[in-house]
Nanobody, 124 residues
Framework: QVQLVESGGGLVQAGGSLRLSCAASGRTFSRYAMGWFRQAPAKEREFVAAVSWSGGRTNYADSVKGRFTIARDNAKNTVYLQMNSLKPEDTAVYYC?????????????????WGQGTQVTVSS
């Protein structure tokens, strides 16, 4: 059974940092893009960041560019999201997505697997 398990969420003050992890099991994702999406209350899911299968190419939403960094470790079947300079508007449930065929897919339609999400709350 394929699973994506996110961790690292929590409550942080504005300006602080968090590092999210997404550990995959049940299959290897080393040949697929992986991404992070988020959904705030009463809002639609939105793209945050994605990384190509090799880790050499990345894509970010404009709202997080310069503050968030996505990276992956294929040996560990894990993808990370380092979030710095957090803002209250970053508050959301963050979801990991795996099995993507295009790291430029900011709609998320090409991802086959999704995690359950981890809550990130940024207080002002």
């Amino acid at each position: 059974q394929v699973q994506l398990v996110e961790s690292g969420g929590g409550l942080v003050q504005a300006g602080g940092s968090l590092r999210l992890s997404c550990a995959a099991s049940g299959r290897t994702f080393s040949r697929y893009a992986m991404g992070w999406f988020r959904q705030a209350p009463a809002k639609e899911r939105e793209f945050v960041a994605a990384v190509s299968w090799s880790g050499g190419r990345t894509n970010y939403a404009d709202s997080v560019k310069g503050r968030f960094t996505i990276a992956r470790d294929n040996a560990k079947n894990t993808v990370y999201l380092q979030m710095n300079s957090l803002k209250p508007e970053d508050t959301a449930v963050y979801y990991c997505a795996g099995g993507g065929r295009d790291y430029n897919d900011d709609a998320g339609v090409n991802y086959d697997y999704w995690g359950q999400g981890t809550q990130v709350t940024v207080s002002s």
